[in-house]
């Protein structure tokens, strides 16, 4: 007997902090990622560059993680809302609209407005003012 293979629907961005007072969270605990884009280790990593500048910027560690999560999270929950697009059109297109796929897929991939929008975690630290470099005097 064969059996049918399972999808999985994915939701989008939770409105979960990243943060709680000494305590973050990072990597798919934060922000799950299907993975047809291949953003969710580089977005990590960017979080966790950005968590290291904020440290090295604040007093604390409490005054630190806010101001982070304020200035990483519209990159996570970008990234996380086209990489469910992305998931969508590729493994979840319907068959009757099959003869539009490989046109919208070549979009994604060729029309730099778009492969800038739906990559926006490489581009990470320098969307954000942690991106600067500190100033040590």
Do not use: C
């Amino acid at each position: 007997m064969r059996r049918a293979g399972r999808r999985h629907v994915l939701r989008g961005p939770d409105r979960h902090p990243f943060q709680k007072g000494r305590v973050a969270i990072i990597g798919d605990a934060a922000h799950g990622l299907p993975p047809t884009l291949g953003q969710g280790a580089g977005l990590t990593l960017m979080n966790a560059r950005a968590l290291n500048a904020a440290l090295a910027r604040s007093a604390s560690v409490e005054d630190a993680l806010p101001m982070w999560e304020q200035t990483v999270r519209f990159i996570s929950d970008k990234t996380q809302r086209w990489s469910l697009r992305y998931d969508f059109f590729t493994r979840q297109w319907p068959t009757a609209l099959w003869f539009l796929r490989p046109p919208i897929i070549w979009a994604f991939r060729t029309v730099p407005a778009l492969n800038r929008r739906m990559r926006i975690a490489d581009q990470g630290m320098r969307l954000t003012p942690l991106g600067l470099p500190i100033s040590h005097g």
